[in-house]
């Protein structure tokens, strides 16, 4: 197996380089900095992987300010561990990914922009499924049939078979906090 690479965008603050360059020695594994000058880069070409080269396009690409770490050749057995190390050093982040055979061919930008919008689906999923959690509990006690309807339009969002879309995600997300919100306070 090759070394293990973390890539990472942003976290350009000193005490964050230092934190991962005390992370990259222990788990020993090489770190590669990016930023706005490698958006357009394909992430093979980031990681000097082969049959790939330095991109040619001209113009800008726009990503969201946030920090941003790719893992390849981490065993995911070390996850955990890297993960909780990262936490405990200020240097965790919630934007990270793992190299796939299909994300390997993006740019760093596609890349960035995917997981930042998997991040808000899921941070909303999981509103949603505590949310429906509270429901449950009140209908227990409570006859609210509008309640009710509400928690009956988010089943299928709290057990997705398909990818969900963050606009009636957050839709039916509204509704069952706005009904919550006649019971107890919730955010």
């Given amino acids: 197996m090759n070394k293990p690479i973390l890539l990472i965008y942003g976290m350009n603050e000193n005490e964050k380089r230092l ?66 190390y990262m936490r405990e050093n200020g240097i965790a982040t919630g934007y990270k990914a793992v190299l796939t055979d299909t994300n390997k061919n993006w740019s760093l930008a596609h890349l960035i922009n995917e997981n930042f919008e998997e991040h808000k689906i899921i941070t909303l999923w ?36 398909e990818e969900l879309p963050y606009d009636e995600l957050l839709e039916v997300y509204n509704e069952l906090v706005a009904r919550l919100k006649t019971h107890f306070i919730v955010e």
């Avoid at 959690?133 to 309640?147: R, S």
Wanted: charged content about 25%; hydrophobic content about 40%.
């Fill in 19 to 84: 934190a991962f360059q005390n992370l990259s020695e222990q788990f020993n594994c090489d770190l590669i900095y990016t930023d706005t000058l490698q958006l357009k880069e394909k992430i093979g070409f980031l990681l000097d992987m082969d049959g790939f080269e330095k991109c040619s396009e001209h113009g800008e690409l726009s990503v969201p300010d946030i920090d941003f770490v790719l893992l390849h050749n981490i065993p995911s057995t070390d996850h955990v561990s890297l993960f909780t």
């Fill in 126 to 161: 999981q509103k949603l499924r505590q949310a429906t959690v509270y429901a449950e509990k009140i209908l227990l006690e409570v006859d609210d049939w509008e309640l009710s309807e509400a928690l009956k339009k988010s089943a299928p969002f709290v057990s997705p078979k």
